[in-house]
């Protein structure tokens, strides 16, 4: 997940090595100031394209990229991120929140049922927030201003577009077989994207802490 600050322009390399450690759908927003654009693919090729050109042609806003890499529900346009919030405002989210048993990913699930409980212009309220959801990091973006980064500080700036994680330089510690898919654990034997036991009982526990403020 990568959000990009004014005039920043994305690098081709870096979108698709963040693509093929995450395979399982792309997408991207970036403010018109109007409105926020946006597209969601499956095909990283067709993401990479069609973010560039949007990139060029709105150069002055913000803007993220999303690749995502699903340890729970299938990998569908309807859980490709960014997501689209009710008041016109998009969601993007890199992380494990909670288990999920179906066709519908956490990230969804939290945007449409827990996230409308925060206030997420209340400060407070959104340190708290960035708390309970432990390493993730989540963006909330608008047509226009600087967009809400949580856990801002469990990423990295380069060259004014700030990164989740180090998947941009093709580094996939936290998806490599035999660790923990969340927390980077070592964990014997186990298949890639594996969630260790502590993991486990962690995202088990936040459930319940992100259903109130």
Known sequence: MTCFEPRAQPVREHLENGGKLNPHGHGWAVQSGLIVIKGRYLELTEAVETFIQARRTYPYGWAIFHSR?????????ENCQPLALPDGR??????????????????RIFAEQYLPRWDTGDVGQMAELARR????????????????ILNERRGNWLNGAWHSNFDWDGEDFHLAAGQCAACGRPMPGAAEASVCSWCQIEAQARLTSLMTP
């Open 69 to 77: 890499h699903s340890t729970t529900a299938p990998g569908t346009l």
């Open 90 to 107: 998009v969601f993007a989210h890199n992380g494990g929140l909670f288990p999920v048993d179906g066709d519908v990913s956490d990230t």
């Open 133 to 148: 959801i432990g390493q993730n990091k989540m963006i909330i973006m608008g047509a226009r201003g600087e967009p809400l």
